[in-house]
């Protein structure tokens, strides 16, 4: 019998119709898909169902990588990798024009995203991601500028991806039931960005440090990267008495610009 475990965040979904309605998203035929958490595999089957072209899992637990493999033997379309996702070198297995798709455990959810967002490589090699979350932090992922849920996922995410909710997703539709709903989101990748980071990490750091301290005037925390508001005169419209949430995303990418000029 495959528990569920409650220190790796599983709850296993278990609605067909919602499985479907998730793969559904994209066309996937003959395209190469990547599973985080593939759990017991209900995602998987219907995504094979699609005729991908190849199909990649990386579980971490340990029975359900070896149930999987039991499951999949002699499948070559298949590859599954024991191994937790943070530390896993997803960037380097990747294929070109990948899909992935997620059920992401509730407690790394957001980890994840930004780890597969600090991709390095350009271009990226994936097209679409397909990620469900707790719906709270859905909400602040996709947050627009000028709402409540607006902050550091939301600008970080942006930069690169163009985000879409798709839909809620009931704790009826899981085994265990979590005590919160899900939301599932489509990233799609940017092809052309006004604004060119050569490493995402500094946006990061930027968005971290001024996030941080959303009550506070920008011009407090930037000073501490700029030493003095000089070098800021450059990035026109930059309003210094601002709090973090009433800048806009593409202010953010310029000032991330301005940091790698400095």
């Known amino acids: 019998m495959l528990h569920a475990k409650k220190s790796l965040g599983q709850n296993y979904l278990n609605d067909l119709y919602i499985i479907y309605k998730i793969v559904n998203i994209l066309n996937i035929k003959n395209k ?5 958490g593939p759990g017991k595999g209900s ?3 219907i ?7 190849s199909l990649t899992l990386i579980e971490k637990d340990n029975k359900l990588s070896e149930h999987l493999k039991s499951q999949y033997r002699g499948n070559k379309k298949i590859n599954i990798f024991n191994e937790d996702v943070l ?17 992401l455990p509730y407690n790394i959810s957001s980890q994840i995203l930004v780890k597969i967002i600090k991709f390095k490589k350009r271009p990226i090699k994936y097209t679409d991601l397909i990620f469900m979350f707790q719906k709270e932090l859905a909400d602040r992922i996709s947050g627009k500028f000028g709402t ?7 600008v970080l995410a942006n930069y690169n991806l163009d985000i879409y909710k798709k839909f809620d997703v009931s704790p009826n539709c899981f085994y265990p039931k979590p005590k919160v709903t899900s939301s599932v989101l489509h990233f799609k990748r940017k092809i052309t960005k006004i604004n060119k980071i050569k490493n995402i990490e500094n ?22 990267i700029f030493k003095s508001h000089d070098k800021l005169k450059e990035i026109k419209d930059l309003n210094l008495e601002h709090r973090p949430s009433d800048v806009k995303p593409e202010k953010y990418y310029e000032i991330t610009n301005l940091f790698e000029r400095n």
């Not at 409540?148 to 939301?154: C, D, M, Q, S």
């Open 32 to 36: 190469n898909i990547i599973e985080i």
């Open 43 to 45: 995602l998987t089957k």
């Open 47 to 53: 995504i094979l169902s699609k005729d991908p072209k």
């Open 87 to 103: 530390k896993f070198d997803l960037e380097k297995k990747i294929k070109e024009n990948s899909i992935i798709f997620g059920n």
């Open 148 to 154: 409540k849920n607006y902050g550091r996922l939301a």
């Open 203 to 224: 946006l990061e750091k930027i968005t971290n440090l001024l996030f941080s301290n959303r009550r506070k005037m920008i011009n407090k925390n930037l000073i501490k």
